[in-house]
């Protein structure tokens, strides 16, 4: 017998799995309330002012409420200590999905919701898909027999809301596998013709930005503000304790000028066409200077003996200015971060 107000907790990212789970949800008559989670790790910028996100389109056409969640200091310390290892590259799949439906877990206790629902379907990605795995989430995140995976239950065991007839085993799916044209072919029958790419933006499965972030990790300094900066420029180890990040064009130079710190120097070419440099740490002049003639290489000005680099702590107008030597191009890809 179905209860009236069955109340159910869907994990939301953008992607096409996930709209269509809460629609599958949403046509038995449960109310939903979306839970998107923000990770200090993705790769666009998660709202825009003015600009709709994807899971807020998703929330306004579709008809549920959403909570938008950002992850800090506890999701880094998870993705720099996993227990379950990583995947290709930085990303611990599996740890991160026991933190998602543990988050999941404690609003469905809070909101007093029946039960947990993600969009994800059996084999479709080997590392974090497979049965046995699907299984251990379940069981760490303390959710036996409270997550429903929609899209895929009929080849999993019937979960409690199916048992219990808040949620009808006949109306769910059996999708599995890579092959994502049955997704495809129900969103457009659904009219669901926006969602984001199955790649999800999570950086931490580029490789480039993995290079940045164990250089991070292996010096401690994981917080934040730190792994904003990994997202654009090039980086550069100066010291164990001293970094350099530049941008690339006038957009990295303006998200770098909004992330430096009161203690940071900042260091610009004359003549135009500078990177903005920020250089964080332990400073001495060796640094300084070794900063300046790399702020210059990738500057209008590298040509130029004469020109001048200034600089100043973002905390202060007070300037500067020195003219650094030419730099070594194997000194220069020595420091480079990759
Ligand atoms: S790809 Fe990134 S966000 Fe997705 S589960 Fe893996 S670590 Fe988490």
Request: with cysteine; aromatic share 6%.
């Amino acid at each position: 017998m179905k209860d009236k107000n069955i109340k159910a907790i869907g994990l939301i990212s953008g992607g096409l799995d996930s709209v269509l789970a809460v629609k599958l949800i949403l046509e038995q008559g449960i109310s939903v309330i979306g839970v998107h989670f923000i990770t200090p790790f993705m790769a666009q910028p998660s709202k825009v002012a003015g600009i709709e996100t994807l899971p807020q389109k998703h929330a306004r056409q579709l008809g549920f409420e959403l909570r938008t969640i950002h992850l800090g200091d506890d999701y880094i310390h998870l993705i720099k200590n996993p227990q379950w290892g990583y995947g290709s590259c930085m990303n611990p799949c599996l740890d991160c999905h026991i933190f998602f439906f543990q988050k999941a877990k404690e609003i469905m206790q809070e909101e007093g919701a029946h039960f947990v629902f993600t969009g994800e379907v059996l084999e479709q990605r080997p590392k974090s898909q497979k049965r046995m795995l699907l299984h251990i989430v379940e069981k760490k995140s303390d959710l036996e027999g409270y997550l429903l995976r929609p899209l895929t239950a009929h080849r999993l065991e019937p979960t409690v809301p199916e048992k219990l007839g808040w949620v009808n085993r006949e109306k769910l799916l059996n999708f599995a596998g890579r092959n994502r044209k049955p997704q495809i072919a129900l969103a457009k029958s659904f009219g669901i013709t926006e969602y984001h790419s199955p790649a999800g933006g999570c950086l931490l499965t580029d490789p480039n930005f993995c290079g940045r972030l164990k250089d991070l990790f292996d010096r401690g300094a994981a917080d934040s503000n730190s792994i904003q900066m990994l997202k654009v420029g090039r980086h550069f180890r100066l010291s164990p304790y001293a970094k350099l990040v530049l941008g690339r064009d006038e957009r990295d130079n303006r998200f770098l000028a909004q992330l430096a710190l009161e203690q940071d120097v900042l260091l610009e070419a004359d003549g135009g066409g500078s990177p903005l440099s920020i250089l964080r740490g332990e400073i001495n002049d060796n640094i300084l200077s070794l900063a300046a003639s790399i702020t210059k290489r990738f500057s209008r000005a590298r040509n130029s003996p004469d020109i001048a680099v200034r600089i100043r702590h973002a905390n202060s107008t007070l300037t500067t200015s020195i003219i650094p030597p030419i730099l070594d191009e194997g000194l220069l890809e020595s420091l480079r971060i990759k």
